[in-house]
């Protein structure tokens, strides 16, 4: 009965005193799981710098930064990093090359012109594309566009930039074209409608009015993707080579960074030298390249998003 | 003539949409052609055989038994893991924090954690678990460091799985003097479930894929064992194809690619669950 | 500018029965913006007491700071007490979730968990260490809510299934449950037909036997129909208090007046 309740007192009693500790422990082992996202960034953080540390205890790094012949593993040693940055730059080049014309073009036809059904077709194809694992790509890269390319260009080498690139610029399209069309998609309906009343054709009205009310989430969805492309290791490993080298011809054979760092840890380098060491300079790099592109563009999409909510 | 110039500039448009339709439906034909190639090098290859042997150095002998089976622990592991943990965290951000600077910092590094490219993720693992922990080259020190390397892509999807349930729902709850965690644990989770499980089987599949972090902390290129336990050494179906890829010999190309449909079948098969998933969801749900 | 009735008329008007709720002196802001301006009240037990007023003038504020659901919403102060059977139900050392489960709550929108009829009403008492026969009590709390007959064939179908009418009934079944002292109601009917209204109305008068109702609505007719005493609420502050006879035919107050005639809000 409701009445005989009525008597007891509301101040917590034993049994919710419990419960309550109870609910405490359950609230605090979620915030640990939440936490181990940070434990995991400084991890990666104190790891890459306490290694890296002891190989710039050997390498200067200004040699290391500045230098242009990377051979850790062959004498005479030399640690300058610049062919291996130089070689995925040029995947990098390559790969937007692709994926920004291609990944923007689609972006704009699903965002300004695709029917609804169009793009329930169209996303999902661009959903398994995206899903397709690298070493899928390496291998597409290495037995069916090396030999279309050396078709049209008989000097070219089996390992190569430009097969590689062409495959990175496919893996990135998919998150470039979904990206700008967030981007596109913010655009508010008025902007577009407003330009329509002034008699403006809808290729006007996207070149003119969209593109550029949607231009900084457009520019910073390039450079996620070319931040993708940049750590990008498996379709380089097995396409592009293992030759450090500082060229612009896409026909050659050429290294990157990230190719380098999976060359070394499938080799027999001893743990703990200074050749073994440069994988975590190398990574140091890698790192801090791509992480600082990631906030650069993150910082730019909020802004973005602010603009137009 | 002002009509003409009008006319042009339409053309312009029909122009401007046919290329951009064109390059949108290129990606169709880039997959066509991808799988294309890959069932017609591989299919030959591809028979009971090649699951059921050990990798060889004879072409006509080498099957992906070890890497098969590597793979199915790594992913049994790592679900294990990552689900739990994954879901927690996104419990907590979503139906617990308090809005302050450092539930602000978690998000952001969250996002953060996901650009980070997988080979960091393997040199992680390979410094904190296969030497600092000693886990050595083990099954399990891959499924932590796949668990590192999916858990914010699991976090993001399980926040957003939350975010959608209605607040109406679990207002009811506390009315009825739940404590947070029966309201989250009864009422919210199973509303998210379909959501969280889409995201996890996305995150999963991209494990499957995921080659540079096994390379890293040392999965073996050649296994001819099936893993027995969690400390075992192990090799994994992506290891398998990039290992016979990297040869230059026609053949182990082509058991590549037969093992690339391996894969892509089972990808595809975990795509289509969430799709199912996703759909049933919406029929069922309000 | 509301202040020509005494305070001590507004705080008890129904001196012939204890009081469940006493309301001191209370002012809730959203960040800055005050929604409760010094308001005191008591709400006498085992009657219903209505809270009506324009359309933003803190009913709901009021009405979910006696069961702490404000709690939820970032950046709500408060200032004054709330007692309840004498203790405040803000002191640091009682739990919210203590006070939820005396003081129940049906909300404007039917809310059923997705789940079936049954576990709509079973959840409450099995969260809360219920160790009687589930069962009876379900069957209970599902005829007190006048909802038995119609749904007794089919416990076991989801409760969205129902119609909105239904729904809320079954919310009222789920409150019930729990056995709580007090029920709060948002404008539970504001999203119902008027056959469905009815219902509840008619059901409300036999849930005061054992329970103590505070109803929120919008509507003058049901207010002066269901409740015993009426709280009229402007801009935050309470303008008058007092039996809802009283209020309706013989206001003491210039505004309550135009507000129950319908001159304005
Ligand atoms: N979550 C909130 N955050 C900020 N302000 C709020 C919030 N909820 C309500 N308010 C404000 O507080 C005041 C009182 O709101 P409340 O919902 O209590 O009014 P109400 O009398 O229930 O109105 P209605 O009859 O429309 O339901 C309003 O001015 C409203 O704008
Ligand atoms: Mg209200």
């Given at each position: 009965?409701?009445?005989?309740?009525?008597?007891?007192?509301?101040?917590?009693?034993?049994?919710?005193?419990?419960?309550?500790?109870?609910?405490?422990?359950?609230?605090?082992?979620l915030?640990l799981?939440?936490?181990?996202?940070?434990?995991?960034?400084?991890s990666?953080?104190?790891?890459?710098?306490w290694?890296a540390?002891?190989?710039?205890?050997?390498v200067?790094?200004?040699?290391?930064?500045?230098?242009?012949?990377?051979?850790?593993?062959?004498e005479?040693?030399?640690?300058?990093?610049?062919?291996l940055?130089?070689?995925?730059?040029?995947?990098?080049?390559?790969?937007?090359?692709?994926a920004?014309?291609?990944?923007?073009?689609?972006?704009?036809?699903?965002?300004?012109?695709?029917?609804?059904?169009?793009?329930?077709?169209?996303?999902p194809?661009?959903?398994?594309?995206?899903?397709?694992?690298?070493?899928?790509?390496?291998y597409?890269?290495?037995?069916?566009?090396?030999?279309?390319?050396?078709?049209?260009?008989?000097?070219?080498?089996?390992?190569?930039?430009a097969?590689?690139?062409?495959?990175?610029?496919?893996?990135?399209?998919?998150?470039t074209a979904?990206?700008?069309?967030?981007?596109?998609?913010a655009?508010?309906?008025?902007?577009?409608?407003?330009?329509?009343?002034?008699?403006?054709?809808?290729?006007?009205v996207?070149?003119?009015?969209?593109?550029p009310?949607?231009?900084?989430?457009?520019?910073?969805?390039?450079?996620?993707?070319?931040?993708?492309a940049?750590?990008?290791?498996?379709?380089?490993?097995?396409?592009?080579?293992?030759?450090?080298?500082?060229?612009?011809?896409?026909?050659?054979?050429?290294q990157?960074?990230?190719?380098?760092?999976?060359?070394?840890?499938?080799?027999?380098?001893?743990?703990?030298?200074?050749?073994?060491?440069?994988?975590?300079?190398?990574?140091?790099?890698?790192?801090?390249?791509?992480l600082?592109?990631?906030i650069?563009?993150?910082?730019?999409?909020?802004?973005?998003?602010?603009?137009?909510? | 003539?002002?009509?003409?110039?009008?006319?042009?500039?339409?053309?312009?448009?029909?122009?401007?949409?046919?290329?951009?339709?064109?390059?949108?439906?290129?990606?169709?034909?880039?997959?066509?052609?991808?799988?294309?190639?890959?069932?017609?090098?591989?299919?030959?290859?591809?028979?009971?055989?090649?699951?059921?042997?050990?990798?060889?150095?004879f072409?006509?002998?080498?099957?992906?038994?070890s890497?098969?089976?590597?793979?199915?622990?790594?992913?049994?592991l790592?679900?294990?893991?990552?689900?739990?943990?994954?879901?927690?965290?996104?419990?907590y951000?979503?139906?617990?924090?308090?809005?302050?600077?450092?539930s602000?910092?978690?998000?952001?590094?969250?996002?953060n954690?996901?650009?980070?490219?997988?080979?960091?993720?393997?040199?992680?693992?390979?410094?904190?678990f296969?030497?600092?922990?000693?886990?050595?080259?083990?099954?399990?020190?891959?499924?932590?460091?796949?668990?590192?390397?999916?858990?914010p892509?699991?976090?993001?999807?399980?926040?957003?799985?939350?975010r959608?349930?209605?607040?109406?729902?679990?207002?009811?709850?506390?009315?009825?003097?739940?404590?947070?965690?029966?309201a989250?644990?009864?009422?919210?989770?199973?509303?998210?479930?379909?959501?969280?499980?889409?995201?996890?089987i996305?995150?999963?599949?991209?494990?499957?894929?995921?080659?540079?972090?096994?390379?890293?902390?040392?999965?073996?290129?050649?296994v001819?064992?099936?893993?027995?336990?969690?400390?075992?050494?192990?090799?994994?179906?992506?290891?398998?194809?990039?290992?016979?890829?990297?040869?230059?010999?026609?053949?182990?190309?082509?058991?590549?690619?037969?093992?690339?449909?391996?894969?892509?079948?089972t990808?595809?098969?975990?795509?289509?669950?969430?799709?199912?998933?996703?759909?049933?969801?919406?029929?069922?749900?309000? | 500018?509301?202040?020509?009735?005494?305070?001590?008329?507004?705080?008890?008007?129904?001196a012939?029965?204890?009081?469940?709720?006493?309301?001191?002196?209370?002012?809730?802001?959203?960040?800055?913006k005050?929604?409760?301006?010094?308001?005191?009240?008591?709400?006498?037990?085992?009657?219903?007491?209505?809270?009506?007023?324009?359309?933003?003038?803190g009913?709901?504020?009021?009405l979910?700071?006696?069961?702490?659901?404000?709690?939820?919403?970032?950046?709500?102060g408060?200032?004054?007490?709330?007692?309840?059977?004498?203790?405040?139900?803000?002191?640091?050392?009682?739990?919210?979730?203590e006070?939820?489960?005396?003081?129940?709550?049906?909300?404007?929108?039917?809310?059923?968990?997705?789940?079936?009829?049954?576990?709509?009403?079973?959840?409450?008492?099995?969260?809360n260490?219920?160790?009687?026969?589930?069962?009876?009590?379900?069957?209970?709390?599902?005829?007190r809510?006048?909802?038995?007959?119609?749904?007794?064939?089919?416990?076991?179908?989801?409760?969205?299934?129902?119609s909105?009418?239904?729904?809320?009934?079954?919310?009222?079944?789920?409150?019930?449950a729990?056995?709580?002292?007090?029920?709060?109601?948002?404008?539970p009917?504001?999203?119902?037909?008027?056959?469905?209204?009815?219902?509840?109305?008619?059901?409300?008068?036999?849930?005061?036997?054992?329970?103590?109702?505070?109803?929120?609505?919008?509507?003058?007719?049901?207010?002066?129909?269901?409740?015993?005493?009426?709280?009229?609420?402007?801009?935050?502050?309470?303008?008058?208090?007092?039996?809802?006879?009283?209020?309706?035919?013989?206001?003491?107050?210039?505004?309550?007046?135009?507000?129950v005639?319908?001159?304005?809000?």
């Amino acid at each position: 009965m409701s009445q005989g309740s009525t008597a007891k007192p509301l101040l917590a009693g034993a049994g919710t005193r419990k419960s309550r500790t109870k609910e405490e422990l359950i609230r605090f082992v979620l915030f640990l799981c939440a936490f181990l996202s940070i434990l995991t960034t400084l991890s990666i953080i104190a790891i890459l710098a306490w290694e890296a540390y002891s190989f710039f205890r050997e390498v200067r790094v200004l040699d290391f930064l500045s230098g242009t012949r990377w051979t850790p593993l062959l004498e005479p040693r030399s640690f300058g990093v610049l062919p291996l940055v130089a070689g995925t730059l040029q995947i990098v080049i390559g790969a937007s090359l692709i994926a920004i014309p291609v990944g923007l073009a689609s972006a704009i036809y699903l965002a300004e012109f695709a029917s609804a059904g169009v793009r329930r077709a169209l996303k999902p194809v661009l959903e398994i594309l995206a899903g397709i694992p690298t070493v899928v790509y390496g291998y597409f890269a290495l037995t069916f566009v090396t030999p279309l390319i050396a078709a049209i260009f008989p000097q070219t080498q089996i390992f190569n930039a430009a097969s590689a690139s062409i495959v990175v610029g496919i893996m990135v399209l998919p998150m470039t074209a979904s990206l700008c069309d967030d981007a596109l998609r913010a655009v508010p309906e008025s902007l577009r409608q407003g330009a329509f009343a002034l008699g403006a054709t809808q290729f006007e009205v996207t070149l003119r009015v969209v593109l550029p009310a949607a231009l900084s989430g457009v520019m910073a969805s390039f450079v996620l993707a070319a931040s993708r492309a940049i750590g990008e290791t498996m379709a380089v490993t097995l396409a592009a080579g293992a030759t450090p080298k500082m060229t612009m011809n896409p026909l050659e054979s050429i290294q990157t960074m990230t190719a380098y760092i999976v060359q070394v840890s499938l080799g027999d380098t001893p743990v703990g030298t200074v050749e073994y060491q440069t994988i975590f300079a190398v990574a140091t790099l890698l790192f801090a390249i791509t992480l600082s592109m990631n906030i650069i563009a993150h910082r730019v999409l909020a802004r973005f998003r602010e603009v137009y909510e | 003539m002002s009509s003409d110039r009008l006319r042009r500039r339409h053309a312009v448009t029909r122009g401007f949409r046919l290329l951009c339709a064109a390059v949108a439906w290129a990606g169709i034909v880039i997959l066509a052609v991808l799988l294309f190639h890959v069932t017609r090098e591989g299919i030959r290859w591809l028979d009971l055989q090649f699951l059921t042997e050990f990798p060889s150095r004879f072409p006509e002998q080498a099957g992906i038994k070890s890497a098969l089976w590597g793979t199915v622990w790594l992913i049994t592991l790592t679900a294990g893991i990552s689900i739990p943990v994954g879901v927690a965290a996104a419990i907590y951000l979503e139906e617990y924090s308090p809005r302050n600077r450092l539930s602000q910092l978690i998000e952001v590094n969250i996002g953060n954690l996901a650009g980070v490219p997988s080979i960091v993720y393997g040199i992680l693992g390979l410094v904190l678990f296969v030497r600092f922990l000693a886990l050595g080259r083990s099954v399990l020190a891959g499924s932590l460091t796949m668990t590192l390397l999916i858990l914010p892509v699991i976090i993001i999807a399980a926040r957003e799985a939350l975010r959608a349930v209605p607040d109406s729902i679990r207002h009811a709850a506390f009315a009825l003097g739940a404590t947070r965690w029966q309201a989250v644990r009864s009422q919210v989770l199973p509303v998210a479930l379909p959501g969280i499980l889409t995201g996890v089987i996305l995150a999963l599949s991209r494990a499957i894929g995921e080659t540079a972090p096994l390379v890293m902390i040392g999965a073996l290129t050649y296994v001819a064992f099936v893993p027995e336990g969690p400390m075992d050494a192990f090799t994994a179906l992506p290891i398998q194809i990039f290992n016979w890829a990297s040869r230059p010999q026609e053949n182990f190309h082509q058991l590549a690619a037969a093992g690339i449909m391996v894969l892509l079948v089972t990808l595809l098969l975990m795509n289509a669950t969430a799709v199912w998933i996703r759909q049933r969801a919406e029929r069922t749900g309000r | 500018m509301n202040t020509q009735t005494t305070p001590d008329a507004q705080i008890s008007p129904a001196a012939q029965s204890r009081s469940v709720l006493d309301v001191i002196d209370l002012t809730i802001r959203y960040g800055t913006k005050p929604a409760i301006r010094n308001v005191s009240l008591s709400i006498p037990q085992h009657r219903i007491t209505a809270i009506i007023g324009p359309s933003g003038c803190g009913k709901s504020t009021l009405l979910r700071a006696f069961n702490r659901m404000n709690d939820f919403i970032p950046n709500v102060g408060m200032e004054g007490q709330i007692l309840y059977l004498g203790s405040d139900i803000y002191a640091r050392e009682v739990d919210p979730v203590e006070v939820r489960r005396r003081i129940g709550m049906v909300f404007q929108k039917p809310n059923p968990f997705p789940k079936s009829i049954l576990q709509n009403v079973a959840w409450g008492p099995s969260i809360n260490g219920f160790t009687g026969n589930l069962e009876d009590r379900v069957e209970q709390s599902l005829r007190r809510a006048a909802l038995w007959e119609e749904v007794n064939d089919r416990l076991h179908e989801s409760a969205l299934a129902l119609s909105g009418g239904q729904q809320q009934r079954l919310c009222i079944a789920r409150a019930l449950a729990m056995e709580p002292d007090v029920i709060l109601m948002d404008e539970p009917c504001s999203a119902l037909d008027p056959v469905s209204t009815a219902r509840i109305e008619d059901l409300m008068f036999e849930l005061k036997e054992r329970y103590t109702i505070v109803i929120v609505t919008h509507n003058m007719q049901q207010a002066a129909r269901v409740s015993n005493l009426t709280a009229f609420l402007e801009n935050g502050s309470l303008v008058e208090y007092g039996e809802t006879d009283q209020v309706f035919t013989r206001p003491r107050n210039q505004r309550t007046e135009e507000y129950v005639t319908g001159r304005f809000g």
